[in-house]
């Protein structure tokens, strides 16, 4: 007896609709059906398998999805992407879904503008949505204003708001019992009102505040200076995700300070710093919540840190996240941040396995030389955007030498000489000669050397990942000479081109 025939109907219907997904759900459905007869009919007649609707499966698919739904909840996402067609224009896609507004469930929105969607959220309430995602590439506001959604109505019966780039008046929606809210590039919102939001949702699970530039305390009358003092806590018991990225560092601080979050699991805090130094701008934010990071980060075997030309650098250890900003960036300023963290976390991050990823820019030997020294560098990616003009491609040679040999050490120095993974995408259509130099060097060199006076044993690269440094990938026949001879010099170790792994031979 077939298997499906043995299990109960609503199993094999929840079986197959876990089977679904959300990107391609009716193309999924109608290859389903052609398994046999059985399989047709079931789910012909599971009317919410139907329900999962997504504009890039084009107009057929919208509309069989709508017929074979009937009266099911719908899950809805719009999809358009800057510089490409969409495969259903958002005004006609909308013209039509508005007429099942009574269905949606959920509705997640994400193109250049928003606008066809909240046409008809500007007037009417979706009665059964419990999910509102609409992502805007840029904030434009309408010559009317910021809009108001709904009609006026309290948006009660939300639980998951993400709001990026849109024109709404967010006060309007009265949003309260949420579990999660994510707000995006509203520069509308005040620092009190996203207070109040957060208040009205104590049951939040995941709070995300990114790039809110009207988020501005009041100052103090006397001094003139932020009033950080006004707020009574803020207890969130079940919150295990915090995002709170370029906000005013006041506000940042503040939102730090009065949050009670006992069961937070992961934390990416991000603002720009140009002047305060790391341990005070950390001291002032974060020291209360020193337990709690400490257990975030307990039983964290790596870490991972980005230096970027774009000023700015990440640091991430298990659940916490710390990204720095600057007008110019500052190394000094990323050594104390990871100092400050190494002593109150209580981890030992010059052992700890770092994985370090450089973008762009100059590269800086004296970088290498502290990472060098204070951590144990064991992967190392070196990434550059294609549209920037970048020094990034002259780390490999850097690598490929040691920078001293004298005696008495029978070992020369090797800059990051605990890497034994490199990932790179710094390979042209002639490939990139340097690459190949340094892996056989660094290949080489392992096999002989050393621990001495001058440092560590070189570790033998065990895996190469290359790709493209270009906007368009090339075909393979260009590259294929270059991959030979990077697999012939790996000796041994894993390559990787464009995510796929090379076969030697």
Wanted: with cysteine.
């Amino acid at each position: 007896m077939p298997l499906h025939e043995c299990l109960p109907l609503e199993i094999f219907e929840t079986i197959l609709h876990l089977c679904v997904g959300f990107a391609t759900p009716v193309r999924n459905l109608v290859t389903l059906q052609l398994v046999c007869r059985s399989w047709h009919d079931a789910i012909a007649n599971a009317s919410f398998l139907w329900g999962t609707i997504n504009s890039e499966e084009g107009w057929s698919a919208f509309r069989k999805a709508l017929q074979m739904v009937k009266g099911s909840s719908l899950d809805i996402t719009y999809t358009a992407r800057v510089g490409r067609s969409a495969k259903i224009d958002q005004a006609e896609f909308f013209k039509v879904a508005r007429e099942r507004i009574n269905q949606w469930n959920s509705l997640v929105v994400q193109a250049p503008r928003c606008m066809a969607a909240l046409a008809v959220l500007r007037t009417q309430k979706p009665p059964n949505l419990e999910r509102l995602h609409l992502v805007a590439s840029s904030y434009v506001t309408p010559l009317e204003g910021e809009m108001v959604l709904f009609g006026g109505e309290s948006a009660a019966g939300l639980k998951d708001v993400r709001l990026a780039r849109v024109p709404i008046q967010i006060p309007s929606l009265h949003l309260a019992g949420l579990r999660a809210l994510r707000l995006e590039g509203i520069p509308s919102v005040s620092a009190p009102e996203v207070i109040t939001l957060i208040t009205q949702s104590p049951a939040l699970e995941i709070l995300h505040m990114v790039v809110l530039k009207g988020a501005i305390l009041p100052t103090e009358s006397n001094t003139g200076r932020p009033n950080l003092t006004s707020n009574p806590p803020i207890q969130l018991p079940l919150l295990t995700t915090l995002g709170l990225t370029a906000l005013s560092l006041p506000f940042l601080n503040l939102l730090l300070s009065i949050l009670i979050m006992a069961r937070l699991r992961c934390l990416n805090v991000g603002c720009k710093v140009d002047k305060q130094p790391a341990a005070e701008f950390l001291a002032v934010g974060m020291q209360h919540l020193v337990p709690l990071l400490r257990s975030m980060i307990v039983n964290s075997r790596t870490y991972k840190v980005v230096l970027s030309s774009s000023d700015y650098y990440t640091i991430c250890i298990g659940g916490l996240s710390i990204t720095i900003t600057f007008s110019h960036f500052s190394m000094d300023h990323f050594q104390e941040t990871h100092e400050w963290l190494s002593n109150h976390l209580a981890i030992d991050l010059t052992n700890l396995p770092l994985h370090l990823t450089l973008e762009d820019g100059d590269p800086e030997i004296s970088y290498l030389e502290w990472f060098t020294r204070r951590t144990n560098v064991t992967k190392l990616t070196v990434h550059r955007h294609y549209d920037v003009d970048t020094n990034i491609d002259l780390v490999i040679p850097l690598l490929g030498r040691p920078t001293s040999s004298s005696p008495p050490s029978p070992s020369p120095n090797w800059l990051l000489p605990q890497v034994d993974i490199v990932v790179a995408n710094l390979v042209w259509r002639e490939g990139n000669p340097d690459l190949v130099d340094m892996i056989q060097k660094r290949q080489s060199a392992s096999e002989i050397s050393s621990v001495g006076l001058d440092g560590p044993l070189l570790e033998r690269l065990k895996e190469v990942w290359l790709s493209y440094a270009g906007r368009y990938p090339p075909g393979p026949p260009p590259m294929d000479e270059f991959l030979s001879d990077v697999v012939r010099v790996a000796g041994g170790a894993d390559v990787y081109w464009e995510g796929m792994k090379v076969q030697s031979g």
